[in-house]
């Protein structure tokens, strides 16, 4: 702390004031302006044009659809973050750095790519296309399709986030609870999913946002069906490609509003998890050096 203080008498007034001068310039005209320009030309035929392009059956179809599509794959990433981030948080067991590693999968590679994966293995000459296909079912060019491309972009989220936060709880409270008889279900209900809460609620904010607002992974499978597979950022691409300037930023600016409340809670849960971790720091030094002995219990998840 000394020597960050002897840094900051030390630095140099103007240097300060020109970096964050730098910063805000930076955040002005790359994000700020844009977001204007959005608003503004989704506002240019006034009103009554903004709301009549809001009115299309095709953006409502659109709407409706990227809403289902977050409502189906952001529980079941809710679903896989919290057990992979339990599994690799809390326990040690075979295969762990490989399960880490798939986790980062989606990371690094192309959203483009993920969708043609799916079409390679489930599109009309993949690999189950033909067995699908003799039982009716379509995957490729349908809402499963894009379900599962949207899943693939944002499982890895919520774990993301769970796993340092429990790496820095620690297990002593769950061994605790082992040791005093609470079962598997009653330790994370009571124990561990209290102390994750903020950090859950933040994982679950960034994946709500990457899965409504995807267009990569989705546009390589859902075929571009005008009312049927088109989600808002697919149709805010065909409306400009349509030179419907007014109608593509007025479909725009749901998605930047959408952005812009993800934005807010996102921070009050960044600030209200940084301050469990910071109790966490505070309190580390008093917990004990070693954990008491215990055997874990089978049924414990």
């Not at 483009?112 to 296909?133: E, M, R, S």
């Not at 409504?212 to 065909?238: K, Y």
Request: hydrophobic share 55%; with cysteine.
């Amino acid at each position: 702390m000394n020597g960050r203080r002897a840094l900051q008498r030390g630095e140099s007034p103007w240097l300060r004031w020109c970096l964050i001068g730098l910063a805000l310039g930076f955040m002005l005209l790359f994000l700020v302006l844009p977001l204007l320009a959005v608003f503004t030309e989704a506002l240019r035929m006034g009103v009554g044009a903004y709301f009549e392009a809001l009115r299309d059956p095709y953006a409502w179809a659109a709407i409706r659809l990227t809403l289902l599509v977050a409502a189906i794959t952001v529980p079941l990433s809710l679903v896989f973050g919290v057990a992979a981030a339990w599994a690799v948080a809390k326990f040690e067991f075979w295969g762990k750095s490989f399960l880490t590693t798939l986790i980062d999968l989606p990371f690094s590679v192309s959203p483009v790519v993920a969708g043609l994966i799916y079409v390679l293995v489930f599109g009309a000459q993949g690999w189950f296309g033909p067995w699908l296909d003799e039982r009716g079912i379509q995957i490729i060019f349908a809402v499963p399709g894009i379900v599962l491309a949207t899943l693939f972009i944002t499982f890895p989220f919520i774990a993301r986030e769970l796993i340092p936060l429990m790496q820095a709880q620690g297990t002593e409270e769950e061994q605790a609870a082992l040791v005093l008889g609470a079962s598997g279900w009653q330790t994370f209900w009571r124990v561990t999913l209290p102390n994750i809460k903020w950090g859950l609620i933040y994982g679950v904010i960034l994946c709500n946002a990457r899965a409504m607002g995807e267009f990569g992974a989705v546009s390589v499978v859902s075929g571009h069906i005008r009312g049927l597979t088109n989600t808002m950022p697919l149709h805010v691409e065909v409306l400009y490609n349509e030179y419907q300037s007014v109608a593509a930023f007025a479909v725009a600016s749901l998605l930047a509003l959408l952005a812009l409340v993800t934005l807010v809670i996102k921070t009050v849960a960044e600030w209200r998890m940084e301050r469990e971790m910071q109790t966490l720091a505070e309190l580390a030094p008093e917990r004990p050096s070693s954990p008491p002995a215990y055997t874990p219990r089978t049924h414990a998840s």
